[in-house]
């Protein structure tokens, strides 16, 4: 596209390429009014400029969080519980997560806190293989706040540096479901109290604007402590985020971008902004 | 107010015009650029919402609306037409073949609910008294044929399957020969998610359509997907030819905007709905219910 001239017509391709990435109409329109101040108190001439500005503008607003990136993990014991809701990419996750720190020399320990969903503590068992990590587990069906107990005490007995912790995927207006969340995280409050704390929202970038009251109902009952966004890979840019750490003032931590055991990164704001104007 | 319901402020945009007795191009503008608004909030996709507002838009300023006693109420029609149109008008059914076995095939993004949604539409084909057969060609993801098993048990239905080193394709097709011998009249084919970009295994599903020749194709979409769901439909369309789409997870409270949205764009009917992880919770898809869903009336 050419960026010529400065006039609507160019606001309104800015305004197009942020809500077609999920950034959501509010949060574009706030975006668009501070840029449109910018451009007149800068006196910006050139519309190349302006798009420049817009990238720095959403790089600033990312970036209020970004010494909040780490997880929360040193000095060990750490526990990381993983939630959110179905299909987002949470067990897959915690197998790349785990490969991560163990590569970095931690020892790791993985829950089956999923005991619902079918064949999931299969595939959680596969991660861990091939992470190369112990997994603690119950049988189907068994309650999933007594994995995590379980795994508490052997994280404390073994000397585990991180505890991760697999959830089944729910919907956040499940109100048993999310208060079966919230005694997992009782649990770990009440049995780990010594340890760091983090506690990951998986979001699928392919979310639209439902990610945020999932945000908000999972603080609710978790105190969600970081974001990880998945599926970059695709075409999706998960533009919701943005309006995400704003409004809920938690950073995103890590990116999913494929389903490889590799394929888990920090995230990276530059590149993040860089993805929504390709 | 980020959550208030889509028809409370289409109702909101509209009323204004309601009570008019005459309405000028300004009036309508102002309207339309709520109800844009409103739309795009429900994750309907952009340039759907653009053409829908043109459309409205059109037909508001005609001498339909300008010549009408009540053009506030002209309006709020014209409206309520175009987004049932969007949508479709009918139910649509699964197509049966005429010489069974009829083939599902299954496709979509990773995570949407294809596996059980395969399961569910397998048992309510068994509740129909046919002889449904479902087959994992999922060979990637970790334990998805175990998952396959467990859900195919619940529903009581054989799962055929020959683990994860032979190639889906073969899968497929062997799953062929043994459904025609087991007298299975339906057979529904489990495949790995995929992102629509994904070349190698883009050509996998054409391959294994090829091989079936399926009546139905069925792209499964998460309702809370955002925009790009219709990126992800049009790719499918074209490499696969979906003949219908299931919409899942619509026992959350995402307004659904991308089932609006993939109606539009793709032109292929929303055949069911998933309403919740049990095998029961599945169901014919009713357009008019779903414009009451989007409109959260
Ligand atoms: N392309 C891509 N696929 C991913 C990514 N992360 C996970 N997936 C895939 O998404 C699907 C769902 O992943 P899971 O890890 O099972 O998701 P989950 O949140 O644990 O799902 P439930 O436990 O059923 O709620 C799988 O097919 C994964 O391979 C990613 O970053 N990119
Ligand atoms: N709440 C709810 N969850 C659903 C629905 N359909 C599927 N799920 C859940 O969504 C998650 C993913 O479902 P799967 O059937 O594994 O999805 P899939 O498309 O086969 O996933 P991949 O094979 O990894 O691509 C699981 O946790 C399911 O239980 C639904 O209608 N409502
Ligand atoms: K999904
Ligand atoms: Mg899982
Ligand atoms: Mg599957």
């Known amino acids: 596209k050419s960026y010529g001239k400065i006039d609507n017509g160019l606001f309104d391709e800015l305004e197009e390429i942020l809500v077609t990435s999920d950034v959501g109409i509010n949060t574009t329109m706030d975006i668009i009014e501070r840029l449109k101040t910018k451009v007149k108190e800068n006196k910006v001439t050139e519309a190349i400029e302006v798009k420049e500005l817009l990238k720095n503008e959403i790089k600033d607003i990312l970036n209020e969080k970004e010494k909040d990136r780490e997880l929360n993990i040193e000095p060990s014991p750490a526990i990381v519980l993983v939630v959110g809701v179905n299909g987002v990419g949470k067990t897959t996750t915690i197998g790349k997560l785990a490969y991560n720190l163990r590569e970095e020399g931690k020892r790791v320990l993985i829950a089956a806190g999923d005991t619902f969903r079918a064949a999931a503590i299969e595939q959680l068992g596969e991660w861990s293989k091939r992470a190369g990590v112990d997994m603690i587990a119950h049988q189907e069906n068994s309650d999933p706040a007594a994995v995590i107990f379980d795994g508490i005490q052997a994280a404390k007995a073994r000397k585990t540096d991180v505890l991760i912790c697999d959830t089944a995927g729910r919907l956040h207006n499940k109100k048993n479901l999310m208060n079966e969340l919230n005694k997992i995280f009782r649990v770990v409050e009440r049995e780990y109290g010594d340890a760091r704390r983090e506690v990951l929202l998986v979001v699928d970038a392919t979310t639209g604007q439902n990610a945020l009251i999932q945000a908000k109902e999972f603080q609710e009952v978790c105190n969600i402590s970081g974001i990880v966004l998945t599926k970059l890979d695709g075409t999706a840019k998960g533009g919701v985020v943005i309006a995400l750490q704003t409004e809920l003032n938690v950073p995103v931590k890590l990116i999913g971008v494929g389903e490889g055991i590799e394929d888990l990164q920090k995230f990276n704001t530059d590149d993040f902004v860089d993805a929504i104007f390709d | ?297």
């Open chain 2, 1 to 297: 107010m980020a959550f208030e319901s889509l028809s409370e402020k289409l109702q909101n945009a509209l009323s204004k015009l309601k009570g008019k007795g005459k309405l000028n191009e300004k009036d309508v503008d102002l309207a339309m650029r709520e109800v844009k608004l409103a739309l795009l909030e429900a994750d309907v996709n952009f340039k759907v919402v653009k053409n829908f507002i043109n459309d409205v838009k059109k037909r508001a300023v005609g001498s339909e609306v300008m010549n009408s006693l009540t053009p506030g109420q002209q309006v709020v029609k014209i409206v309520n037409d175009e987004l049932t149109k969007l949508m479709g008008e009918r139910e649509s059914k699964i197509n049966f073949s005429s010489s069974p076995p009829t083939i599902i095939l299954m496709c979509g993004l990773q995570g949407a609910g294809k596996t059980t949604t395969a399961a569910k539409l397998s048992m309510s084909f068994k509740k129909q008294n046919r002889r449904p057969l479902l087959v994992a060609c999922d060979i990637y993801r970790p334990a998805a044929i175990k998952q396959l098993e467990v859900v195919g048990e619940k529903a009581q239905v054989p799962v055929f399957s020959m683990g994860d080193k032979i190639n889906p394709v073969d899968i497929a097709k062997a799953a062929l020969e043994h459904g025609k011998k087991n007298g299975n009249d339906v057979i529904i084919i489990d495949t790995a998610g995929r992102l629509h970009i994904d070349e190698d295994l883009m050509a996998e599903l054409e391959n294994i359509k090829n091989v079936l020749n399926p009546e139905e194709v069925l792209l499964v979409v998460d309702s809370m997907t955002g925009q790009d769901a219709v990126n992800v439909a049009e790719t499918f369309d074209e490499k696969l030819g979906i003949t219908g789409v299931i919409l899942t997870k619509l026992d959350g409270d995402a307004r659904g905007g991308a089932a609006l949205s993939i109606r539009a764009v793709t032109n292929k009917p929303i055949k069911f709905v998933a309403m919740g992880e049990k095998l029961e919770d599945l169901e014919p898809f009713h357009p008019d219910r779903m414009a009451s869903r989007i409109l959260g009336m």
